[in-house]
């Protein structure tokens, strides 16, 4: 069992930066594939960014250049740098961890862009 969660979200102008942070519980944290995905009202949940154990990491072609997935198992966390942001990365943000069979969310946390 794997318990997730999210900070750092919030409200931030176009261009702007944020960092969401996903504290991880419960189990090895550094086995898991993690990742950030997101869901904005009326829209599927989509991914961001993955970031594998091992460290190898891939995004979404819509935010590739701007965001920065990183982990760092001393800390049981996964990151999220988020550089020029627009209003279409207006989503609530969910943290995932990933083995196997298992599959873990957390609650989210919301990232609105708007000046």
């Known amino acids: 069992q794997v318990q997730l969660v999210e900070s750092g979200g919030g409200l931030v102008q176009p261009g702007g930066s944020l960092r969401l942070s996903c504290a991880a519980s419960?189990?090895?944290?550094?086995?898991?594939?993690m990742g950030w995905y997101r869901q904005a009202p009326g829209k599927q949940r989509e991914l961001v960014a993955a970031?594998?154990?091992?460290?190898?990491?891939n995004y979404a072609d819509s935010v590739k250049g701007r965001f920065t997935i990183s982990r760092d198992n001393a800390k049981n966390t996964v990151y999220l740098q988020m550089n020029s942001l627009k209003p279409e990365d207006t989503a609530v943000y969910y943290c995932?961890?990933?083995?196997?069979?298992?599959?873990?969310w957390g609650q989210g946390t919301q990232v609105t862009v708007s000046s």
């Open positions: 970031i594998t154990s091992g460290g190898s990491s």
């Open positions: 995932n961890a990933w083995l196997g069979s298992l599959n873990y």
């Open positions: 419960g189990s090895i944290f550094s086995i898991y594939a």
